[in-house]
């Protein structure tokens, strides 16, 4: 399995600003994925990032909230836009898992928004 | 009602008790089946992954799938005070040899004690 680290582990931001998370993977993969987990919910996919097109959004997510980066194949990058409190959650991004169609998550990136 | 229901738990259990976790989904074109493990402040790490119907067992884990009745399960047999943490239950329906949208449960909180 792929290791993925992301960064940053934490943080605690202002209403209103942005946030750039950073997922680096050890090693090539076509198809990358941003989730979301939130107390006590399922975790929800808000893009999928393959690299050399746009991202492909899930419904109730949109660019201009969420751009997504995937500049080349081991790396993208996921901000959270003009933040407010309900953007407080779990940031997730996960890499195909190849023929298995499985998927392996990274650390995530813990978000508060005060 | 959401595509996969999960009880959110919490489950407690004492050490060497074999613990059973459930899931339900109603979306029949569900093919692939995956169980997680998530510890506290971590990702969510693959345990099993199961095809179709059947079983799977892999150490003191085995996974059942009975697309008949819409329901999948994880046995741990032996439990130990290190199986502590959210299991989250996930499918995928097509194969894209790179990687799906998995469909997650919520989750339920498992805690052993000595």
């Known amino acids: 399995s792929a290791v993925i680290s992301q960064k940053p582990s934490r943080d605690i931001c202002q209403r209103g600003t942005s946030l750039t998370i950073q997922c680096q993977v050890d090693s090539q993969v076509t198809m990358m994925f941003w989730y979301r987990q939130q107390p006590g919910q399922s975790l929800t996919l808000i893009a999928t990032?393959?690299?050399?097109?746009?991202?492909?959004?899930e419904s109730g997510f949109v660019i201009d909230k969420f751009p997504i980066s995937r500049p080349n194949l081991t790396f993208s990058t996921l901000t959270v836009s003009n933040m407010s409190p309900e953007d407080s959650s779990i940031y997730l991004c996960?890499?195909?898992?190849?023929?298995?169609?499985?998927?392996?998550f990274g650390p995530g990136t813990r978000l508060t928004v005060l | 009602q959401k595509e996969v229901e999960q009880d959110p738990g919490p489950l407690s259990v004492p050490e060497g008790a074999i613990v059973s976790l459930n899931c339900t989904y109603s979306?029949?074109?569900?093919?692939?089946f995956m169980w997680y493990r998530q510890y506290s402040r971590k990702g969510p790490e693959l345990l099993m992954y199961?095809?179709?119907?059947g079983n799977k067992e892999d150490g003191r884990f085995t996974a059942q799938v009975d697309k008949s009745s819409k329901y999948i399960s994880l046995f741990i047999r032996d439990s130990q005070p290190s199986d502590s943490a959210t299991y989250l239950c996930a499918m995928s329906g097509i194969l894209t040899g790179g990687g799906n949208k998995l469909t997650f449960g919520t989750g339920t909180q498992l805690k052993v004690e000595l």
């Open positions: 996960s890499v195909g898992g190849g023929a298995t169609d499985t998927q392996y």
């Open positions: 199961t095809y179709s119907s």
């Open positions: 990032a393959n690299q050399g097109s746009e991202a492909t959004y």
């Open positions: 979306n029949s074109a569900f093919q692939y």
